[in-house]
């Protein structure tokens, strides 16, 4: 074959490559989303195509080479160029649509596949009032504090303009354990509660207790609990806990919490197991500092695990990680350790979201919140709540991401777990 010949079959293959990229993403969507990490890697591979069909142009000694050997390399190499990508919104396209959260059709799989970085990163945090209002419709979940339900009206006409502009609806909670830490007793309808403690292990009051906070809370527009309280009250001197816990006897707590969780989740609210391994023991207050469990591993699961073994096969769906130190068994606190959290995957079987207590505590507050954030999602958290500077955690997250901290599969995980939910919840129109 003559060299003109030669040039002019491999201008062909190039070009039909070169075509069949860009019929496959459009020409549109590469100039639309350009700022993209998919688009840029795209666009130089078919620059990088380009750059040879240059070649055979002024070249007289390129030879046409066999389908799997240059032409194949320099696609290869072009497939695997990375490129540094920015964290702000402005940067991030987003791919999923409203129409597409509400299309029955589309699994909870299909619906990840489609969502940004950032759009996945937000999906792991619960915010609070401190952040910005067109924020918040982008995160996984909101919590409302005492404050931030002055009247039903207004909390419920909140929820409604969040997920008006949300493209995935939010888990919207709040810490309503009746007695002590209520956050809806000042309003007129609410239902009257007493402490855990004060219930007496009975049950049957357990239940009810449960089925009216849960039925107001479903009203107002809430669909998470952080409750129930799943800790055992072994310490005396312990006053974070105290009366919230059920019993001083793991057993009365495990049948307690099995009985609220049936009554929250009658009235269609989603249930928290709180603070894992269990707070009851400590001297210390997490809220102010950090705060210790001297009890080995063996101890801990014969009484503190009892309660969440129970909360986990009666279908609990969120467990809370307690910012709390048990150096016989781990160095971290348990909301940052990797310990913990596969003791949680692997020994327990929980299969639902692991949540962290505030990330404005006491105990965990001091590192810059873009490093607390990672560390506990490295750990295993699926979920972080109210750190003290939610963008810096995010773009925290995303930077991680970006360097190779934490893989994107990790971050997967996480959104998977949310996405499906929230589907079974009800929140959206999707398969889980």
């Known amino acids: 074959m003559s060299k003109r010949l030669q040039k002019q079959a491999l201008w062909l293959k190039l070009k039909k490559v070169s075509e069949t990229y860009q019929t496959k993403i459009g020409i549109t969507k590469i100039e639309n989303n350009v700022r993209t990490k998919k688009v840029a890697q795209t ?14 142009g002024c070249g007289d000694n390129l030879i046409p080479q066999p389908e799997n050997s240059e032409t194949t390399k320099s696609v290869t190499t072009a497939e695997n160029i990375t490129t540094d990508t920015a964290t702000t919104s402005e940067n991030i396209v987003t791919d999923v649509t409203t129409s597409e959260i509400n299309n029955p059709g589309l699994n909870a799989s299909e619906i990840l596949k489609k969502m940004s970085l950032e759009e996945k990163v937000a999906q792991l945090f619960f915010v609070d009032d401190r952040v910005a209002k067109e924020d918040i419709s982008k995160v996984g979940g909101f919590y409302f504090y005492r ?6 009206k207004s909390a419920s006409d909140f929820i409604k303009s969040i997920n008006e502009n949300a493209v995935i609806p939010l888990f919207f909670a709040t810490d309503e354990e009746g007695g002590i830490v209520d956050r809806v007793s000042q309003l007129p309808n609410a239902p009257k509660t007493t402490s855990a403690y004060d219930l007496n292990g009975d049950t049957a009051k357990a239940l009810s207790q449960a089925k009216q906070i849960g039925s107001y809370l479903e009203n107002l527009g809430l669909n998470v609990d952080f409750a129930p309280v799943a800790d055992v009250w072994t310490n005396p001197a312990n006053t974070v806990i105290g ?12 049948k307690m919490v099995e009985a609220y969780i049936d009554g929250l989740h009658s009235e269609k609210m989603l249930t928290t197991a709180k603070h894992f391994p269990g707070h009851g023991d ?9 705060a210790y469990t001297y009890k080995t591993l063996e101890e801990i699961e014969q009484t503190e695990l009892i309660p969440f073994k129970a909360a986990i096969a009666n279908g609990v769906d969120f467990i809370m990680t307690g910012h709390i130190t048990a150096p016989e068994a781990d160095s971290e606190p348990a909301s940052l350790s990797a310990f913990w959290h596969s003791y949680l995957r692997n020994e327990l079987g929980f299969k639902g979201i692991i949540v962290t207590d505030a990330l404005g505590m006491g105990a965990v507050s001091t590192p810059p919140s873009s490093e607390t954030a990672v560390k506990a999602l490295l750990a295993g958290a699926d979920m972080l709540l109210s750190p003290v500077d939610f963008k810096e955690a995010l773009s925290g997250v995303i930077n991680a991401v970006n ?3 934490i893989s994107e599969q990790r971050i997967d995980e996480s959104v998977l777990r949310i996405v499906q939910l929230k589907s079974n919840k009800g929140l959206m129109g999707v398969n889980s």
């Open 282 to 290: 400590t001297k210390e207050d997490s809220h102010e500092g950090s």
């Open 403 to 405: 360097n190779g901290t």
């Open 43 to 56: 666009k130089k591979m078919i620059l990088a195509l380009i750059t040879c069909i240059m070649l055979v």
């Open 243 to 254: 009366k919230r816990s059920f019993s001083s006897d793991p057993a009365i707590c495990a």
């Open 147 to 152: 404050k931030d339900l002055p009247d039903e």
